[in-house]
């Protein structure tokens, strides 16, 4: 026992911290930072509808009459909420008639007409959620049990576990880009911003989020590696 808990203090354990989880926490920052900066700088240029208005006139054109639109305290908390039917949008944007806030908002109300109109992608997501709820709780005490009593075999099942994270965050990046597409396609083709600088200013921003969502995969991909290091390490 007293082994196997050194092992956790040693130099390897903290070297593969270092080679792989603090690049990606650093590529994570730095979407982090992209993301505020694209949203502050299009939230300086003006347009002719405000967030709430622009999330309603996206659910509008495509046929989707039954989801409210309401507000949320906060910076950047967007988001859809199936449960309750409702977009909820920050202070940020709700009220605001610039070109980041019509973006994040028709963004957010891509992701209702998904719900409406049954998009795959997003309910297999959905489907995931319990399942990836359950992974992410027990994942690391097994792990973590695993390295301390040398039970690799325990290790390897709460990698696999945790694995489930990795695999939702797959699965969202293609809902992700398809509520950006939705999004952006309206805003063009129905002109809610008529000056096509301002159309590639909403798609900047809502690159930018994106990028937020790439981040977490690399993060949840490099974690995973560095525990299958670990235990095949301590095996050996």
């Not at 449960?83 to 949008?89: D, E, F, G, K, Y």
């Amino acid at each position: 026992m007293h082994n196997n808990f050194y092992y956790l203090t040693d130099l390897g354990y903290y070297t593969s911290y270092l080679v792989f989880i603090l690049p990606a926490l650093l590529i994570s920052l730095l979407a982090q930072v992209w993301v505020k900066s694209a949203f502050s700088k299009y939230s300086k240029r003006l347009s002719p509808l405000s967030g709430a208005e622009a999330a309603r006139r996206v659910l509008e054109l495509n046929g989707v009459h039954n989801v409210r639109v309401a507000r949320i305290s906060g910076s950047l908390t967007d988001h859809f909420d199936p449960t309750a039917n409702v977009i909820r949008l920050s202070d940020d944007v709700y009220d605001s008639r610039t070109i980041a806030a019509v973006g994040v908002a028709a963004h957010e109300a891509g992701h209702a007409v998904q719900h409406a109109t049954g998009y795959t992608p997003n309910k297999v997501r959905t489907a995931m959620v319990p399942v990836c709820n359950f992974g992410s709780r027990i994942s690391m005490p097994l792990i973590l049990v695993g390295l301390i009593i040398g039970f690799a075999e325990l290790a390897y099942i709460g990698i696999i576990l945790f694995s489930t994270v990795l695999l939702f965050q797959l699965v969202t990046l293609p809902v992700e880009f398809n509520a950006s597409r939705r999004a952006i396609t309206v805003i063009r083709d129905y002109n809610l911003l008529t000056d096509s600088r301002d159309v590639a200013g909403a798609r900047r921003v809502l690159t930018a989020a994106a990028m937020t969502y790439v981040a977490a995969v690399i993060t949840s991909l490099a974690q995973i590696l560095r525990l299958l290091v670990l235990v095949s390490r301590r095996r050996d």
